[in-house]
């Protein structure tokens, strides 16, 4: 259901814990240098270097597609034989716009060309790098949405452009100076040089963006896509909000959600026309079918046998108000925060200046004798003006970077959600009999038999956003198949009965005696058996003969739905049906 | 526990009555507002008179003993009826023994239907301070008591019972008694005052969500439950939309088209739409059935690994489950212990995918052990999966803390450790909206004209103070030199802007309406001509300062232009040259030119546009030749060659 016909009050509890974000569209012109050094095959891999920029451009495009964001793109080829805006050596691909899938077709084209050897737009042209800046400067000034975010990425593994003469060189430095005082972010993402020497961003690129990261090339197109996914959803949801340490000290934080993917929102369309359909909702009065305006709805709750009444004043008089801001509690050892503890998403928090000087200085040091003296912070976060705001650890994060001197983990604070005293529940154990050294050490021989070094939380997809995105792109591009999701989270049984076998059958024997069955609740239904048992008898014409539960159980089995609470009667009827 | 039945038993000859009826009220308004189904009867003791015609069957050798409210469900007249017994009992009234009373109470249950359901409980709540007669037969009424299905829950609650060791006379019967029924209990009045204070959640069942095995490969398994541990807790009762009186009210919902006639569609003809980039992609029910997994209801070990691989900031879940061994199921019991111990001392997680039904979503689950000293099992919680990790790239924050900021930070923590605040702990602390809620509806309830109370303090949790915390607070604010950045654009309220006090405002509107205006006030004092408008700049500043001033800025403004390759200056030379042809000033535009003409740019503007040097033609006194113009725009070499000739030509002249 649309949301913004959702009643207000219901939802009360859902809103609460969400940040509201100034949301904006970001926009991001992909440069790719078409220069002979780009084109040339890899001895190795056999795919030039233009080809790789294209493919990992293609699945930004592909991701933003599936994502149903309106965030916009572009991209640019420089070094080629066309003109744009009179100037030699740039080709405007794709302009700068909300993806459709016609995009992707066109990038799909073009790096099929580069790799079969033709190139429709000419190739290893001169062009003047600083036509290229005013060509991505002008895309976006005459971009009519307001974007958020403003980012050109260069794609190129020629250290220093062709033919460059001391004042174009001049000219392209002053005008990248100008495009960042516009908030205009221009990246360099170096791809390997042919001779295998190293891209040397001194040579030119670091005069236009002096205070660049320098990463080593990479030839995997993964690699190189995860980079550009990284890059391009760099500067992204922002909230400032006040740090408040004491009412005498205060500072600016800004923060944004790192973790957690929102579901994917639907329209209503029309089933014949596909046209968009309104919703429009009222209330409605039982008896007399008369429209309540919004002032003559009530909200009413149970107390014994009286009904309490609420007025819509009295139900915002109702609420818990606090003022937005995050206030901090006290310190405690980082150990005390326990693991289960969970309450949903954290929050990843940065320092600001917006509106307070020093922020930064204050929120470094604070989160690096955290670190170092294993601590963190109790917080009261209030991320909305007029909510009651949750209570949550503030755990130090410090920067880390891979061996490529790519940013895995920017520095930073994770606002953890803690659970409310009412939220955790008490529960019952039952006193169970010690296990004795030889069943721990089983035990222990088993677990470190199927010990996984690297795991880490994003090697596994979710099937069920894969399978859901794989549909949902078949039918746009109006493919015959689907794609087959293999589920990731299966595991891999015989593998691990290989690795592990010996030490399974060793703890078996030692935890489990002789003779001991797992309890029958416990056990998996035998489908087989009830599926025989059905067709025996429906063969027979004597359906009615097998019990409620073993009916159901074969419905279950067998993926046929009836309701849970469905007469023998029903049953038999959905099963004669279902076997025809 | 939405069905059960209490009986309040209150000695009304009790000297700590109105405690009794504090402990009452609040016991009663928090199981109203948990469980509106409950049935409650109120049986006073120890009045002058005696009156139990609500009994069925024989009732004729019960004294003193009053069935003031039968078992129904509570209402505003019980709240009132409790709070007045003080006034109409506290003098009017004798000692008598207490214990026919419990047994009126218990063929109150008697009579109703002893339906056993799983969502009901007996109770029965004695009130006294215990200072009459016991002459009954107290195992008895136990016996009696006992018989009762489902079972009875008895509470004694009065003074002087806190410490069960010590007691006396009656009180140690009356205590005898409770622990010979089943579920029998003793409370102090004060302690079920402080226990009474704060609302609380109502409790929940035990119950699996998933009963199963955990599978280790093909080899091993381990019989288990799992139980909810960690759950977002909703209010008791969600606000239902109504009408002002209580009537009832639907939601009508109607769709249509956004064409003119807005037509209505039939929910049944609508599919749903997912944004695919511009569009959106409509997703009809069969492509909805191909988008659902086949799955079976399992949870399986993918792989263990180090706990700190498991990263706490990643968790988005909202739920943690206890994963437990079936009751009564003892060596499966101790396998799962052995299996929780060795991860404990390993300090290893188990990696799981989970499905909880048939048919729904894997999800991606941790298993930890949680060892305690006379059972160890797990834990479970969700992790993420890969799309919910957004890998963002953030600047480095560059920061160098000077040695007395870190001492000041040190200080800080030290200051405000929580560790010495044992009353505070995070997971203690209740949520204030459910007890708000709370608040508000029984106060309605029971005051039903009066407005909302203001919120309790009580109930939000108060952070703990820390002596001296300002005075750091300050010195961490001295040594980061923390200040608030003065906001550039002054802000004014509308009040501001418009009242006629405002002197400031008023001389600004006045030297806006001067008329008088020079280039100066215009543009600001040391005004130039602009790169963005310099034609319009220079029109008004040869009006205002002169044409030859205006010219000069004019030529100098083009050389900028020139260098940084501007877009507007075809225009610029048009207007400057322009204005020269006019004013004569044939020299000035002619030297420029020459200069800017080196540039590739001007070169092509010039050809285009024929802008070339002013000639004899077009100013009188000017020395340049018609041709020599025309040869200017035409190419280098050519001009050279006739400047020399030019040169010649002079001296053959004179």
Redesign the interface.
Known sequence: MDSEFEDPFENEVEEEGSFSYISTLNGTLCVVDCSEEMLVKDSETGVSRAVLALEAIKATYCNKLISGSLDHLGVILCGTDTKTNDYDGLHVLLPLDTPDKTCVEVLQKTSNEFASGKFQFGRGQVYSPYHLLWTCNSTFTSCVKKLGSRLVMIFTNVSEPHNLDPKTRQLATTKARDMSELGITISIIPLPTLDGSMFEIEKFYSALVPDHEVTNPTKDIEDLSMRVHRRESKVRMTANINFVVNPELTIGVQCCNLFGEPAAKHVNLCSKTNQPVVTVSSVVRETDRAVLLPHEVYRSCKFGSETVIFSKDDVEQMKVRSDKGIYLIGFRPAGDIKFHHVAGKSTFIRPSEAVYNGSTDFFVTLLTRLQAREKVGIVHCVPREGTPGFIGALIPQLEERDEDNEQIRPMGFHIIRLPFADDIRKLNYEPSIEPNAAQVDAAKSLILKLKAKQFSANLLENPEVMQFNKTLEAIALEKETIEETDDSTKPDVESMNKRAGKEMSLFNDVAFPAGYSIPDECRKPDYKRVIALVQNRSREGTLAKVSVADLKLYCQGVRLKVPSNAKKGDLVEAVTKFLG | MSKSKIVLVVDVSSTALQAAVSVMTQYL?HR??NY?E?QIAVVLVGTNNTDVSHLTGKSDHFNNIVISKPL?????S?FDFIQDLPEKYGSDNVRVDLIPALEVAARLFHQEKAKTHWMSENRIMLFTDENGVISSNISYVAKEMNVIKPQIIFKLIGPDLEDSQNLSGNLKEMYNLCAEVEQGETLSTEDALTITRLYK?KK?R?TPTF???LE??????F???I?????????Q???????????????????????ENQTQ?DPD????????????????KV?AS??S???E??L???????RS????????????Y?V????S???????????A???R??D?V??C?YVKK??T????CCL?P?V?S????L?M?????????????????R?E?LPE??SA??K??DN????T?PE?K?????????Q??YQ???H??LHPVKP?PE?DAAN??N??K?EG??DV??E??QV??????ESKIKKRTAGEMFSTDNVDFKTEIKKIKKEDISFEDLLGAGAKIGTTTPVQDFQLACTKLGVQPACEMMSEVITKLVE??GNNIADCLQSIRQICVKESLFELFNKSLKEWFKSEVVKKICKEGSLSLIHKGECSSCPVTEVESECFIRGDELLQAMEEDDDDDLLDML
């Open positions: 308004s109203l507002y509106p409950n129904l469900a509570g209402d505003k019980l959640t929940v035990q009963k199963g095995c280790i490969g093909g080899g091993t398994k019989p288990v439950h139980v909810t541990k960690i759950i977002p807790t909703s209010h009762q969600s606000l239902k939309m109504c009408g002002s009186t209580g009537e009832t009210v639907v939601r009508d919902r109607v769709y249509h088209l956004k064409d569609i003809c609508m599919n749903k739409g997912y944004r695919y980039g511009k569009t959106y992609i409509p997703i009809s492509d191909l988008m997994m086949e799955s209801k399992e399986a070990l993918i792989c263990t690994t180090k691989n498991i990263r706490r900031e990643e968790l988005c879940g909202k739920h943690a206890s437990i061994p079936p009751p199921d003892s060596t499966g019991g101790t396998g799962l212990a052995a299996f111990t060795a991860l001392d390993l290893m188990a990696v995918r048939n048919d979503a894997p999800k991606l930890f949680n305690k006379y059972c160890a099992t834990m919680i969700d992790l993420p999966f890969s799309n919910d990790i957004k890998k963002a790239k953030f600047p480095k924050l920061s803390p900021q870190i930070i040190d800080l923590i405000m450790d929580l560790s605040k505070f995070p997971s203690e602390i209740g949520d204030p909206s459910i708000r809620r508000c509806v029984a309605r309830a909302l919120m939000f949790f952070t703990p820390f915390v300002e607070a300050k961490c604010n980061f030199n923390i200040k608030i950045v940084h390759q």
